[in-house]
């Protein structure tokens, strides 16, 4: 896995200052694809499999009867916009309240032909008082029928992955984390009930997530 995580990790940082430069009008592109929004209260959609439940993140609320210019007037709103083919291709929310002039917490997402997502992960001016901040680079992409991995890098260069590991009934077997600050990957066991429910995460002996009953 290492030398995967290290190629991949090479190719972000190859690609790193061509994607600062650009990443102003990256935003404006995607903010043009945008076919519908949707609100909840924090992260709530993502491309990464049992996100919220792996990083014991609290999953955001819906938020309904919410209008688009609405949006920014509360930290609280992370937008999610979808595109005329139902796929997530940018996460929005303002650092203040009703004060886009402070910038905003952008995500945006290329989906490419193998189901592969490149995140970007930037401080956004819709204002352009300043120029947009990029402060990671992800790839979650396919390794095999049995594995997908998403490697990332922030602006110090540092970098995490996930190895997410399949059975051959296309569930999750278990999940390998690293990153640039551990020396040994951690394992997360996946646990199903027999309706194919995750019921709970293991670390060795140790419940580290579990489904309220």
């Known amino acids: 896995m290492r030398s995967t995580v290290f ?32 609100y909840a209260s924090d992260e709530y959609y993502t491309h990464l499999p049992y996100f919220h439940e792996i990083n014991k993140f609290k999953k955001g609320r819906i938020l309904k009867n919410i209008t688009e210019n609405e949006r920014f007037s509360q930290k609280i709103i992370h937008s999610f916009g979808f595109n005329e083919l139902d796929q997530l291709i940018i996460m929005q929310y303002p650092q203040v309240d009703n004060d886009i002039k402070l910038g905003t917490g952008t995500q945006i997402y290329n989906i490419n032909s193998d189901k592969s997502v490149n995140t970007y992960v930037t401080r956004w001016y819709p204002k352009n008082n300043f120029p947009a901040k990029l402060l990671a680079i992800s790839e979650f992409k396919p390794l095999d029928e049995h594995n997908w991995i998403d490697v990332g890098i922030g602006a110090n260069k540092n970098w995490s992955a996930m190895n997410y590991i399949y059975n051959d009934f296309r569930g999750i077997e278990k999940v390998v984390s690293c990153n640039s600050d551990v020396e040994t990957p951690l394992c997360y066991d996946f646990i199903f009930d027999n309706a194919k429910k995750l019921e709970k995460i293991m670390i060795g002996e140790v419940v580290w997530w579990k489904r309220k009953k």
Do not use: F, G
């Open 7 to 38: 190629e991949i990790r090479k190719e972000l940082l190859d690609k790193w200052s061509e994607v600062e430069q650009n990443i102003d009008s990256m935003i404006t592109k995607k903010l043009s694809e945008i076919s519908y929004w949707k």
